[in-house]
């Protein structure tokens, strides 16, 4: 079965830098758009940065404009997300998704896969 793991999370002072991964396993990640989501507590869960893997297209929210970078390895099959600037409403379960199938990459429940998460935590 296909499988999206999330890894790098932790906890960081602001200011600070993680780097999220997300590897897929029975899915391969080479042209398609692949999206890291949050959600943080009592909020809905909102599309951070998407990423067409083959084409290199790649979109921000407005809050992570200039800060995060989605990016890829299809040699290990694993899109990242570096966060940089860390700010505490950056605060949050980090997920990937993956196959889209509908036209809003945002929409959370427009992907066929997900991954478990990894928590980020940004204190002040």
């Known amino acids: 079965q296909v499988q999206l793991v999330e890894s790098g999370g932790g906890s960081v002072q602001a200011g600070g830098s993680l780097r999220l991964s997300c590897a897929a396993s029975k899915y391969n990640v080479s042209n398609k758009y692949i999206t890291w989501f949050r959600q943080a507590p009592e909020k809905e869960r909102e599309g951070v940065a998407v990423v067409h893997t083959g084409r290199g297209n790649t979109y921000y929210i407005d809050s992570v404009k200039g800060r995060f970078t989605i990016s890829q390895d299809l040699a290990k099959n694993t899109v990242y997300l570096q966060m940089n600037s860390l700010k505490p409403e950056d605060t949050a379960m980090y997920y990937c998704?993956?196959?889209?199938?509908?036209?809003?990459?945002?929409?959370?429940?427009?992907?066929?896969?997900w991954g478990q998460g990894t928590q980020v935590t940004v204190s002040s």
């Open positions: 998704a993956a196959d889209l199938w509908g036209d809003d990459w945002s929409t959370w429940n427009n992907y066929n896969f």
